[in-house]
């Protein structure tokens, strides 16, 4: 219970030496000057020395049959200016005539010296009884300890609660994080809250002190980065970090108060030695962010190490689903297989990453310590399969904010993108920003997953949300000098360098449209060929720059976009790309020699030769031309597990000559003869390779709503059809079927993958005499591409 201390007169007698020390240990650290853990021992100190000579006074000692306990802060020796002293009394229930004089006479010299007080009185069956009833109170007595006394029986109090945890922690957990979700409701995200409160909210010390609690009862075993009970893991300095603001915080405003408040937050800065209030908000987002992902982490572990004791392991025996080569889904979490060796393996923490985002699944807290302990950092350039797996990380909407974060708290975004640091919890100048700049690119990040088949190269549009405020937090303009840092990412990524020259000009130019159309007069001719000059005439700048300004916008923050600007912006881009002219398709390249001599040769081949990156292979396919044999190869090669990433169907000496990148989904690729069996099954009919495969039932559903477009090529003669979708095993199959029962022709075709979406083009050739076949053609091609949930919208352009 708490009470108020009497103010009727000055202290007397041990309320005089009791508030003197107090004082002399807070005249001795300048509220304007760094005090953090110096001061914290000195109050520490001087309350148990006077602890200590009033128990004496008292006849509290050795073997006495009475203790004084402390819990809270000064049981773990973290007494701040505006900490309660947390008392317990503790006795042996054999001296009743005693105990009312002792407790006055150790209470009432604390009242009086006004420093605030939580006290009880027990006896050890009274502090186990509170210890398995009330779930507070049960992580409150696990700080016990010994002041002053009887040493031994504080002992047996101490050892019993924490024996008691130990064995009861899997039953009291449900109710433990009952109270911990409440306390968050109410007190909020201190990651995201103007006014953080250090000590209650998401985030905060209590927080800490729950994860104690859980590695005390032994349930986050395994979770040696995240524990802070550890010394220099992120989750201790984090924690120690908190302690300092608090420490400095009762100090400069003379309160006990834990709520961060603006009108504080300046001189608070001064006093701990940072630059200004912004670093200060940027200190404790990353401190709080640190401690909710290891609680998170913590919790699920927890969990999952109660539901596989004793019986209930029996009844549930958790199976491990494979998701990608070295990655399976193991009790509701992403883990790594038991065949698995990070070290070896540069890159499974990307196909992790993309596992986790892609299927909406935390990545299990062991399986990230051996990442972070073991992984190498990727190769330079990079190859092919980490870049693919990064993208389907960023297309993947929601779960890529929890997913980054993982990789964030525990270190692995720093080995793969240095230049994040520099972003990292920086809090915004702009009072109408929502975010801290990492979070709002991360923000920027999802809100482009659902515009990835409105634009021509989904990759860059990701990539260039990702980076497009990476130059803040440095002095000087954030597009030129993000412009120059995503120069050496995009380098490093791998990327064609006209494919670096676009993303840089997106970064370099992704304020452009916004201003124009809101500054300026986006109807004027003038004004868009200018900016149409700007861009280069380059089309699918021009759109990407486009679908970036929605969705960074829209991360922005409500007082900075709307429907009225979003509609600006989208006017202005259709003008510009008007002014450059229509869209070029991809046709597909010409046949090699080699590949020439194949289709002369004749009869059916399967060859599979080593393909751009270490994982993939080119295999070429060839068969006798025929309808309906494009569907046929496509889904053999996806049922017998392998992706297709690209491909480039022709045709030479009426035999069909089709090129396909493809990637094993698990380990390597099956034998040759095989698949030509299989295709040869196929094609004779024997077997329906093509409705065995997965429906998109069965499968997450995408953001990006499937797209298609006629185009009437003129030059070339051809009439062309686009797909754009979300990518799906088998979907080559799906959409070459649909044509090949619609009696089209496929005379050629380019198949693209650009992280998790594919864009197919089509050179048709329709029968006469067909009217509407273009319409039906159309909607029978959406109708197989997976579509988002919430929203039937699938777009039609001729």
Not at 21 to 31: D, I, K, M, Q, T
Not at 340 to 364: C, E, K, M, T, Y
Request: proline share 6%; hydrophobic share 45%.
């Amino acid at each position: 219970m708490n009470a108020a201390p009497r103010l009727s007169e000055p202290p007397r007698g041990p309320a005089r030496s009791l508030a003197s020390a107090r004082a002399a240990v807070l005249e001795s650290f300048p509220s304007d000057q760094l005090a953090g853990r110096p001061l914290r021992a000195a109050l520490t100190a001087a309350y148990e020395l006077w602890l200590v000579d009033r128990a004496h006074e008292l006849g509290i000692g050795p073997g006495s049959g009475y203790a004084i306990v402390a819990v809270g802060a000064l049981g773990r020796r973290e007494t701040v200016p505006g900490s309660d002293l947390d008392l317990i009394l503790l006795h042996e229930d054999r001296y009743q005539e005693r105990l009312a004089d002792l407790a006055d006479g150790l209470w009432y010299p604390i009242w009086d010296a006004r420093i605030g007080l939580d006290h009880s009185v027990k006896t050890l069956p009274d502090a186990l009884r509170a210890a398995r009833e009330e779930p507070t109170a049960a992580l409150g007595l696990l700080d016990a300890r010994f002041i002053a006394g009887d040493d031994d029986l504080a002992a047996l109090m101490v050892d019993s609660v924490r024996n008691l945890w130990r064995i009861e922690a899997r039953l009291r957990l449900p109710d433990v994080l009952r109270i911990t979700r409440e306390r968050w409701k109410r007190s909020g995200d201190n990651a995201q809250r103007a006014q953080p409160d250090l000590k209650n909210g998401r985030g905060g010390l209590r927080d800490v002190q729950l994860l104690n609690a859980l590695a005390l009862a032994q349930l986050t075993d395994g979770l040696t980065r995240l524990r802070a009970d550890e010394p220099d893991t992120p989750v201790s300095l984090a924690y120690a970090r908190l302690l300092d603001v608090r420490t400095q915080l009762h100090l400069v405003t003379g309160r006990g108060r834990d709520l961060v408040v603006p009108e504080d937050a300046t001189d608070l800065a001064d006093a701990l030695g940072l630059d200004d209030r912004f670093a200060l908000a940027g200190l404790l987002s990353d401190a709080a962010r640190t401690v909710d992902f290891a609680v998170q982490t913590g919790i699920r572990t927890a969990e999952n190490a109660i539901g596989k004791r004793g019986l209930a392991r029996l009844r549930r025996l958790p199976t491990r689903k494979p998701l990608d080569e070295g990655v399976v889904q193991h009790d509701g979490e992403v883990a790594l297989a038991r065949s698995a060796i990070p070290s070896q393996d540069a890159g499974l923490v990307f196909r992790v990453a993309a596992a986790a985002a892609r299927h909406d699944l935390p990545i299990n807290g062991p399986a990230l310590e051996r990442l972070a302990r073991y992984a190498p950092e990727p190769t330079i350039p990079w190859t092919t399969e980490p870049l693919d797996d990064l993208l389907v990380l960023l297309s993947s909407g929601a779960p890529t904010a929890r997913t980054i974060e993982a990789l964030d708290r525990i270190g692995l975004w720093d080995k793969i993108f240095p230049e994040w640091d520099h972003i990292r919890d920086l809090a915004p100048r702009d009072p109408v920003h929502t975010w801290t700049v990492d979070r709002h690119s991360i923000e920027t990040v999802i809100n482009t997953a659902a515009l990835t088949t409105s634009v021509s190269r989904p990759d860059l549009l990701l990539l260039g949300a990702l980076f497009h405020d990476i130059g803040k937090g440095r002095d000087g303009d954030h597009s030129e000098i993000g412009a120059d840092i995503v120069t050496g990412i995009g380098r490093r990524l791998g990327l064609w360098p006209d494919d670096v020259a676009l993303l840089t000009a997106m970064v370099r130019h992704h304020l452009l449209l916004p201003a124009v159309a809101t500054r300026r007069d986006p109807t004027d001719p003038g004004v868009v060929a200018e900016v149409a000059q700007t861009l280069g005439h380059s089309r699918v700048l021009t759109e990407l720059l486009g679908a970036l300004a929605q969705a960074d916008g829209r991360a922005t923050g409500s007082g900075m976009w709307s429907d009225w600007r979003a509609g600006m912006v989208a006017a202005l881009t259709a003008r510009v790309l008007d002014v450059i002219g229509g869209a070029e398709f991809a046709a597909p390249d010409r046949l090699t020699d080699d590949q020439r001599a194949l289709g002369a040769e004749g009869g059916m081949q399967v060859r599979l030769a080593a393909g751009p990156g270490p994982t993939t292979y080119l295999a070429t396919v060839v068969a006798p031309d025929r309808h309906g044999l494009l569907s046929v190869m496509a889904a053999v090669l996806a049922s017998s597990g392998l992706a297709v990433h690209s491909a480039q169907v022709r045709s030479h000496a009426n035999h069909a000559v089709n090129t396909f990148v493809v990637v094993p989904v698990f380990g390597g690729p099956p034998d040759v003869q095989v698949l030509r069996q299989r295709l040869r099954n196929a094609l004779e009919g024997r077997i329906d390779v093509v409705a065995d495969l997965p429906t998109n039932a069965e499968l997450p559903a995408p953001l990006a709503p499937p797209r298609a477009t006629w185009v009437d090529d003129a030059a070339a003669g051809a009439l062309l059809l686009e797909v754009r979708a979300a990518d799906r095993p088998g979907l080559l199959a799906r959409l070459s079927q649909v044509l090949e029962r619609h009696r089209a022709d496929i005379v050629w075709a380019t198949v693209t993958t650009l992280g998790s979406t594919v864009i197919d083009t089509f050179s048709l050739r329709l029968p006469r005499d067909t009217p509407g076949l273009r319409t039906d053609l159309v909607t029978a091609v959406l109708r197989v591409c997976p579509a988002p949930a919430a929203s039937a919208e699938q777009r039609v352009e001729r």
